[in-house]
């Protein structure tokens, strides 16, 4: 007997809002004009640090207008190794390269 696995039929259907998660957005709704509103505030005050400023303008902007999507661009058939290098705006030491192969764990 097979047991384990995707079965057809089984599971919540696409598009079906999982419950738990409908109740809590039902709740959290409440406070979306209060939250964006600070977020304004937050943005807005010279008195705060920058960066506080541009966390709120980057998730008012997140909300008004989606996330940035991240693209990766793909040329020709796949015959080797991949190498995924990450890129970011971020300061400090960039991650250790591995030479671990990613199917066999080698």
């Known amino acids: 007997m097979a047991r384990g696995g995707a079965r057809p ?10 419950k738990a998660t409908a109740d809590v957005k ?11 509103e600070t977020l304004a505030q937050i943005m807005r005050s010279t008195s705060l640090p920058a960066a506080a400023r541009v966390a709120a303008a980057n998730a008012l902007l997140d909300r008004a207008h989606g996330k940035p999507k991240q693209s990766v661009d793909v040329d020709g058939a796949m015959t080797g190794a ?7 705006a ?5 991650p250790a390269q591995s030479e671990e192969d990613y199917e066999t764990g080698e």
């Open 9 to 18: 039929g089984a599971g919540r259907r696409k598009g079906t809002p999982n």
């Open 26 to 36: 039902e709740a959290a709704s409440v406070y979306s004009a209060d939250a964006v």
């Open 82 to 88: 991949l190498t995924v290098t990450y890129v970011s």
């Open 90 to 94: 971020a300061k400090g030491p960039a």
